[in-house]
């Protein structure tokens, strides 16, 4: 098949909607009809962009089964045709469109965990970075400890969710029951990529709110004094034993340095 210039726009908004006509300006190599083979192409296109929303969201599709996520993909797929030609960008506004897709009213955590599977594949394609190296610590003097601040490495992800999508994702993905999992239950997730394989790690309310105060650029001991405020058990040894080796953040910067 062929398709004049002119024509492109049409044939890219014609290939994603079944009901569309054959856009002007196709032709067979011998001139002859290609409603069929525009058919075929058609169908192609839509059952490789599903597949890619099927690799992309697992356990979204584990939780409702593959028929039913096949046909939400589709519908998707007709309303939201690809911006990119890398497909691992496609899907970043679905878990935007199952939160308004009727028949996924029923599991109203499903859009979260989309929302951390998304963020999975972000984590996974970011830039390679060293991450931090755990002993960076040692050799800062102890009065100016609470001063420094932490450089995010380019893989992490923070994501707070009314739902338990974390512990959802975490189980689904490693063939784990989900049986004792109340999925109502807010949670927070860091994502980070120690040694080139994404992890999710659940995150406490104090957890979060010490992530996304050092991701924001504040210092440790603002950090630390943020995440007591919101949950005064928070454990911050145990805090920054995870910034230091989950792989988090890329360095570390002396903010009373500034001063000097």
Known sequence: MLVDPVSSGRFARSLLDPEAPVPDGLVSHHGGAVERRFAVYRNNAAVSLVDALASIFPTVQNLVGEEFFRAMAHLYVRAHPPRSPLIFTYGEDFAGFIEQFPPA??????????????????????ADTPPLDPACLSSVPPERLEDQCFQPHPAARLLSTAHAAASITIRDRAG????????????????????????INRLSPGGHTFFHALMAGRPLGEACGEAIKVEAESDISALLTLALTSGAFADL????????
Request: one cysteine or more; charged letters at 25%.
């Open 253 to 260: 910067v002396d903010n009373s340095a500034k001063g000097e």
């Open 105 to 126: 009213e029923p599991i109203p955590f499903l859009a979260d965990v989309a929302r951390l599977e998304r963020l999975w594949l972000d984590s996974f394609h970011s």
């Open 176 to 199: 784990e029951s989900l049986s004792d999992i109340n999925p109502m239950l807010p949670e927070a997730a860091l994502i980070t990529r120690p040694a080139c394989d994404v992890a």
